[in-house]
Nanobody, 115 residues
Framework: QVQLVESGGGLVQPGGSLSVSCAAS????????MDWYRQAPGKERELVAS????????NYADSVKGRFTISRDNSKNTVYLQMNSLKPEDTAVYLC????????WGQGTQVTVSS
């Protein structure tokens, strides 16, 4: 069955770095664009970064531009989000989303930025 499994979340101090991953299975990963969203308590889900099926084009929310990098490895069916210069306002559950003719969500991984 279709699965998107995020990993790599945790607690990091402000200014630190963290990388989260999303491993896909059960569908043809290389056909899908991939998105990273985040949701903080009491806030709407926010699109953070996107990458096309080949990885040739990426887009970022203004709030993370220059600090976050999305990438993918189609040979490993995995998409990554490298997060640098983290701020307390980056604290959220980070979810991956596979987007093509239909869409699939992962369950999310918690990222907490706090001293």
């Amino acid at each position: 069955q279709v699965q998107l499994v995020e990993s790599g979340g945790g607690l990091v101090q402000p200014g630190g770095s963290l990388s989260v991953s999303c491993a896909a299975s059960g569908f043809t990963f290389s056909l899908y664009a991939m998105d990273w969203y985040r949701q903080a308590p009491g806030k709407e889900r926010e699109l953070v970064a996107s990458i096309t099926d080949t990885g040739g084009t990426t887009n970022y929310a203004d709030s993370v531009k220059g600090r976050f990098t999305i990438s993918r490895d189609n040979s490993k069916n995995t998409v990554y989000l490298q997060m640098n210069s983290l701020k307390p306002e980056d604290t959220a559950v980070y979810l991956c989303y596979a987007r093509y003719m239909t869409g699939y969500w992962g369950q999310g991984t918690q990222v907490t930025v706090s001293s």
